[in-house]
């Protein structure tokens, strides 16, 4: 492809200063006095996908936030790709530990970013990634490369678990219909090593509420005599693990996917320093499922993690009290063949039955979805991996990622498609953290990939 370095360098800075202004809307899709950021953005992220090139953009509403739809259609007998990616964002807080308000952007230089990097929410995940698919666009339009048809849908409730997006999926097959899915919206290993995302975990999320007495109580008058929801609900959590780290639920790792000796050393040759991970988070041990190595932990086996607990008194100075309520918001990440609506279950049943006497427990499931892997002799991954090998010079390494992007699985399942995970943000990045950045370098490397996928896909696909 002609000239795709030299384009993004003539159009570097506008291409971050449209990003920028994409930033500073607060698209955050879990609370609803966003709403109006939350269809601005839609809005924004239309308009930009018609200057980009877009032959025809669409609003699409749903029960929740809109879905942005846009296509460039030159050939039906060449493949489609569709791109998927998000425009909402998670919430900021908590806000005393961002440097800069999140939603003013800023452009900093770090240690492992001295050509800069760009903070606020959404910056990597996912304004930032999602954006470079729309600078590809425009430079494939406007220097006449582009080699094939192209869908976008980009969305606005990722981050609160896209049940909306899952009953557009299949609602709309025929205008979907794609030869591969193109997602940026996962990592790579680091800035000189390239790495395609294989697969994703799963996750079942859940809410548990433990009720003890009808009231609060006076922790000095009722103390030791009745059962306090919370040491009642730390007592149960604790109880999910063994000394081995492995989890309690009966039958849940039943399907669990083993990894060969042969797979699991070839993960073993992804380059990974257990030192420089530590120091990154000032921890002086990992901590984790016994006979597992911490690429492993996070990745290819599934995990209970408590995401929040609050009940009783948590203001300035003490309050003698029992509390009347008790509450957990707990993650499980989920790999391949295990059943998310079948563990929401057994987590349920099991976690009822481990309540002492004396307390209610309630449990209300979340959301979920389904992990994923996608295979590597697959035309997509070929075409991706000829492309990072172009503009980084090094074949990239299929890696097998931890977080989750539920809808994936869906994808497969209702458009019968691959989706290739090309992500350029880095685990530094802090998505979801405070002080979420992207790199420029992987912004400018990014928009440069993107273009070259096209190209590959294309002709591997004649
Ligand atoms: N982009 C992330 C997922 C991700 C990040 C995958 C980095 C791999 C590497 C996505 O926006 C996300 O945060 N997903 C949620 C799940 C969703 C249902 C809220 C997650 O993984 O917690
Ligand atoms: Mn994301
Ligand atoms: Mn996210």
Same mark, same amino acid.
């Given at each position: ?399 097998? #990622? ?14 019968? #498609? ?45």
């Amino acid at each position: 492809m002609k000239n795709i370095s030299t384009y993004v360098n003539q159009h570097k800075d506008r291409f971050l200063e449209e990003l920028i202004d994409l930033l500073k809307i607060p698209s955050i899709s879990a609370d609803s006095a966003y709403k109006k950021d939350v269809l601005h953005t839609a809005e924004v992220v239309k308009t930009r996908l018609e200057e980009a090139g877009c032959d025809h953009v669409e609003i699409c509403e749903t029960a929740g936030y809109p879905i942005v739809y846009g296509e460039k259609i030159i050939d039906k007998d060449l493949p489609t790709v569709l791109v998927y990616g998000h425009y909402d964002v998670q919430p900021p807080d908590p806000l005393n530990l961002w440097n800069s308000p999140p939603f003013e952007p800023v452009i900093k230089k770090t240690e492992l970013h001295p050509e800069g990097a760009i903070f606020a929410r959404g910056a990597c995940d996912d304004k930032g990634q999602m954006y470079m698919h729309v600078k590809a666009l425009e430079f494939m339009t406007k220097t006449n490369q582009l080699p094939c048809n192209v869908k976008f849908m980009i969305e606005g409730e990722e981050e609160v678990g896209s049940s909306n997006l899952a009953i557009f999926v299949k609602e709309n097959q025929e205008k979907l219909k794609n030869d591969v899915i193109l997602i940026s919206d996962t990592g790579m290993i680091a800035k000189d090593v390239p790495s395609i995302t294989t697969g994703l975990r799963g996750l079942s999320y859940v809410e548990v509420e433990v009720t003890g007495p009808n009231r609060d109580l006076h922790s000095g008058l009722y103390g030791g005599a009745v059962a306090n929801p919370i040491n009642v609900l730390a007592k149960m959590i604790a109880s999910l693990h063994d000394e081995n780290n492995h989890i309690t639920i009966p039958g849940f790792y039943d399907k669990v996917e083993e990894l060969s000796k042969e797979e699991r050393a070839e993960m073993a040759k992804a380059p990974f320093s257990l030192e420089a991970y530590k120091k990154s988070l000032d921890i002086d041990a990992v901590y984790g499922e016994a006979g597992y190595t911490t690429n492993e932990r996070n990745s290819i086996r599934p995990t209970l993690d408590v995401n929040g607990i609050w009940g009783g008194y948590t203001g300035e100075g003490a309050k003698t009290v029992i509390a009347s309520k008790a509450y957990a918001k707990i993650s499980m990440r989920l790999v391949p063949h295990q059943d998310w609506e079948n563990i929401t279950q057994l987590f349920k049943t099991h976690f009822e039955s481990i309540a002492p006497k004396g307390v209610k427990v309630e449990v209300k499931p979340h959301h979920g979805g389904q992990g994923y892997v996608t295979p590597i002799d697959s035309i997509g991954y070929q075409a991706a991996s000829k492309a990072y090998f172009d503009s980084f010079g090094k074949t990239p390494i299929p890696q097998r #990622s931890g977080g989750s992007i539920p809808i994936v699985s869906l994808f497969e399942q209702e458009l019968k #498609s691959k989706t290739i995970l090309m992500g350029f943000g880095l685990d530094s990045d802090a998505i979801h953290s405070p002080n979420e950045h992207y790199g420029l370098f992987n912004y400018y490397k990014g928009i440069e990939t993107i273009p070259l996928f096209y190209k590959y896909f294309t002709e591997l696909s004649e």
